[in-house]
């Protein structure tokens, strides 16, 4: 009977979104995305393959037109960092939104002295 018991609240869990429903969604994480372009500070010709990330786990790498886009960052303020060989670091700040898309227009670079 208790076994009975037991896998019929599992299956009730599952069927309402997971083992443990929260219908008031707190604790849940929710998520973004960010666009952009990456230039160099001086030409402001696009840079390709620099390394665009929010942490360690969203990241993504710039096309021949400079531009990216990070998928699935968590909402909240977040720090955007860009780097690529040849220029400096540089970082940005942003608000993220559910369900929405930060622009961040021309995130230049300087070369490397």
């Known amino acids: 009977m208790k076994l009975l018991i037991l896998a019929f609240a599992l299956l009730l869990g599952a069927a ?9 969604g707190i604790g849940v994480q929710d998520y973004g995305s960010v ?29 021949g037109q400079g531009a990216f886009t990070l998928i699935h960052v968590p909402s909240g303020t977040q720090t955007v960092t860009v ?15 559910k369900d929405q898309t930060a622009q961040l227009d021309y995130i230049k670079l300087t070369p490397v002295q």
């Open 16 to 24: 309402n979104g997971g083992g443990c429903s929260n219908p008031n």
């Open 35 to 63: 666009t952009g372009r990456v230039i160099d500070a001086k030409t402001n010709q696009p840079i390709n393959s620099a390394l665009v990330a929010v942490g360690s786990t969203v990241t993504a790498t710039t096309d």
């Open 83 to 97: 780097s690529a060989a040849g220029y400096t670091t540089s970082t940005q700040t942003t608000s993220i939104k």
